[in-house]
């Protein structure tokens, strides 16, 4: 089974200053796409950004980028000029692209945005 | 279209009791899934649906656990005689074919007292 580890229970970061959340990732597949997902406090999760694997350019969006390390298994998530409501948990998920839809999450990341 | 509705938003019953969630998920959407959450955990999937079939069911589905989606629209899932670890968040989720990515409802959060 595929398994998602965010090893950064908190983070913490100022208003307009950058942070990056790291997420690791186990599997045997080569054909797979990967996620971050934002959850508001009370709030459903939304996505904010998803990287195929066979793409070995970075995703992009907005004030939002990944680092995908494909060799390493790994997917970290940089916030550039951090905004008060990007405060949130953010997860990290993997899915397959051959066999089930169903994303593996990570346990999530709780962002502080600090004035 | 609103996007993925669920209902109740809460729920608190006394163990023993059967509960019931019901999700909406957006129109043209094929594919309906129910994940669970605890505190300070990432969502576990439950299962998924693709139109009325139910074709993936997670361990975590124990027998007490049942879901349906009876005309491939709206999914119900049941929680027969709750214990105390059934109190989570159940979350629904839906996607049209071919997309990865899932839109999410805003959850219903069970309390088993």
């Known amino acids: 089974a595929q398994t998602v580890t965010q090893s950064q229970p908190e983070m913490s970061v100022q208003e307009a200053e950058t942070v990056t959340l790291s997420c690791t990732y186990d599997t045997s597949e080569s054909d797979y796409y990967l996620f971050w997902y934002k959850q508001p406090p009370s709030r459903q999760m939304i996505l904010v950004i998803r990287q195929e694997a066979y793409k070995q350019q970075n995703a992009t969006e907005n004030r939002f980028s990944v680092n995908f390390q494909k060799a390493a298994k790994s997917f970290s998530l940089k916030i550039s000029d951090s905004q008060l409501g990007d405060a949130a948990m953010y997860f990290c998920?993997?899915?397959?692209?051959?066999?089930?839809?169903?994303?593996?999450f990570g346990k999530g990341t709780s962002l502080l945005v600090t004035p | 279209d609103t996007g993925v509705s669920q209902d109740p938003r809460h729920k608190i019953t006394k163990r023993g009791q059967n509960v019931t969630f019901r999700c909406d998920p957006i129109s043209e959407h094929n594919r309906l899934y129910w994940y669970r959450q605890t505190l300070g955990q990432g969502p576990e999937f439950l299962t998924y649906f693709q139109n009325e079939a139910q074709l993936e069911k997670s361990r975590l589905l124990s027998d007490r656990f049942s879901a349906e989606r009876p005309k491939g629209s709206f999914s119900t899932l049941e929680i027969q005689r709750t214990e105390q670890g059934d109190s989570a968040m159940y979350l629904c989720?839906?996607?049209?074919?071919?997309?990865?990515?899932?839109?999410f409802g805003e959850g219903s959060r069970l309390t088993v007292l």
């Open positions: 998920a993997y899915r397959n692209s051959n066999s089930g839809y169903a994303l593996n």
């Open positions: 989720a839906s996607n049209p074919l071919n997309t990865g990515e899932l839109f």
